[in-house]
Structure formats: structure tokens, C-alpha cells
């Protein structure tokens, strides 16, 4: 039996941490690559609205959110200038295996809902979202950037522990 108030909790966090990853590589695209500022933030704001969808989910269920949940958006943050420290390229290195990681995940979660109820409609929605930050991250990333391996092990390694930090706070 699936434990949808769980589900909704991680999905929750992790999207904290994905505005917090989002703001962090717009604080250094300020500076450094003020072209890309606009996609970034779009973006950022659509991970606010994925927030905002799984808060009001939760709360029609009378169900919690991660306890200390603030710690994935600075945790995001954090992670986000990191990476941004590294260039365009190693933002969109991470921007597509993170978002890639996303909608296998969520694949994952719609599998084991009724594909009839309202939320299986509403979590497609975040994964077509989660799909553009995907290609806007592939084309960001371009070819042969020579940190492509370590930024690529990094954010799956961090997507991970996000995840199963999610599942157990
Ligand atoms: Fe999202
Ligand atoms: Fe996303």
C-alpha cells in the first residue's frame, strides 16, 4: 500500500531544494552570465509553483511537511552557487541530470497512483514542466566541458541524499 502523504512530503522538499538550487545559480548569473538570468529565474518560479501544489496537496490532507524543511532550500542554495561557481556549462551539466533524476522519480511515484485521480494529472503536469528544465539544461550544458564528469556525478549524488534525507524527517 503507498504511502501517498509520503510521496507528497519528499516531492515537496525536493522541490524546496530545487527553488534554493535555481536562486543560487541566479545569484551568479547576476555577475557572470546576466543573459541566462531570465531562463534560470523562469525556472525558479516554476519549482515555487511546484512548492506551493504539493503544500496545498498536503494540507487538503491534513499531512506534514518535512520537519526543518527551510534546511533543503539552503541546502539548495548552497548546492546552486557551487555549481554556478563553475560556469554556464556546469549549470546546465547539473540542471539535466538533476531534472532527469526528477522525472524518473516522478514516473516513479505516478506508477503506483490511480491514473483517474485528480493528483496523477496534477504531478504530469510538474513532470512536463520538469522535462523543459531537462532540455534547457542539455542546451546549456553544450559538448566537452571538461568538469562534465564531476558535476554529473555531484548533482546525482545530491539528488539522492535530498531525497533520502526527505523520506526520513
Ligand atoms: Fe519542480
Ligand atoms: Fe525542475
Excluded at 35 to 43: C, K, P, Q, V
Excluded at 80 to 90: R, T
Excluded at 127 to 155: I, P, Q, R, T
Amino acid at each position: 500500500m503507498i504511502n501517498i502523504n509520503n510521496e507528497l512530503k519528499i516531492m515537496h522538499a525536493c522541490e524546496l531544494g530545487a527553488v534554493g538550487v535555481y536562486r543560487g545559480h541566479k545569484c551568479v548569473a547576476r555577475y557572470f552570465f546576466r543573459t541566462n538570468l531570465a531562463e534560470l529565474d523562469s525556472m525558479r518560479f516554476h519549482e515555487k509553483s511546484h512548492v506551493e501544489i504539493f503544500k496545498s496537496e498536503l494540507i487538503n490532507r491534513n499531512a506534514r511537511t518535512c520537519r526543518m524543511s527551510p534546511l533543503f532550500f539552503w541546502g539548495g542554495l548552497f548546492y546552486g552557487v557551487f555549481i554556478g561557481m563553475f560556469g554556464l556549462k556546469s549549470i546546465g551539466i547539473s540542471t539535466s541530470s538533476i531534472e532527469s533524476i526528477v522525472v524518473h522519480e516522478l514516473d516513479l511515484v505516478l506508477e503506483k497512483f490511480d491514473n483517474k485521480s485528480s493528483l496523477y494529472g496534477v504531478i504530469q503536469q510538474v513532470k512536463l514542466e520538469e522535462l523543459e528544465h531537462k532540455d534547457s539544461g542539455e542546451n546549456l550544458a553544450g559538448k566537452n566541458f571538461w568538469l562534465s564528469n564531476f558535476v554529473f556525478k555531484f548533482s546525482r549524488f545530491s539528488a539522492y541524499a535530498a531525497k533520502s534525507l526527505a523520506s526520513v524527517l
